[in-house]
């Protein structure tokens, strides 16, 4: 399982990210990272390795996760970024898997959108269960978190360096007030023309 979640408060992680893979044998595998903005403040955290240098867009910041950093400085820019690179560093994903990249993509579009605390649960398959029942009788509505998607969604569909996702391709459902599931989406895979332009396949 791989859980995100968001302080919402400033001057803190951005974004925390926990992963554990439960081999149903001894020892359970686990992994928690942070993930801050440059331009803020990184407190200090013995013993824990820091990538200093920002990581630019998804790939590099899912190459330092990968390389075992436990704290990672990231560029602003694409907002679905940490949860995307989370996937890679915890399920393997690749420029391949377009469907869950596409998942998380929309998953975080929706974690980056709130400005409250809450946790995000991401599936292998990119599908993700948004919970935002941290803070008592906070809800979490569909039709708000799609209005908040649309903006992101010109032209209806969204483009990032590893995936397109279309905007008719979104399922959220609302599971309690305060909780909502994101089903795993389509996505179509992107390509690089010469002059270095992001093109749906």
Known sequence: MLRIGTSGTAG?????????????????????????????????????????????????????LCDGFDVVVAEPGDPAAPVVAAGMWHYGWAAGDVGPLAGATVAGLILAGLRVPCVLEVRADGGATLDGGSVPGQ???????????????????????????????????????SRVRVAPCAGEPVYLTPSGRVQSV
């Not at 809800?139 to 908040?148: F, I, K, Q």
């Open 139 to 177: 809800e979490v509505r569909v039709a708000d978190l799609l209005a908040g998607l649309a903006t992101r969604f010109r032209s209806g569909r969204c483009r990032t360096p590893v995936v397109t996702v279309p905007f008719a391709s979104v399922r959220l459902v609302q599971e309690t007030c």
């Open 12 to 64: 803190s992680a951005d974004v925390v990210i926990c992963g554990w893979r439960d081999s149903r044998r001894p020892p359970v595998r686990t992994g928690v990272k942070l993930v801050f903005q440059a331009g803020g403040t990184v407190p200090a955290l013995p013993g824990l390795r820091v990538g200093r240098r920002p990581a630019r867009g998804v790939e590099e910041l899912a190459r330092a």
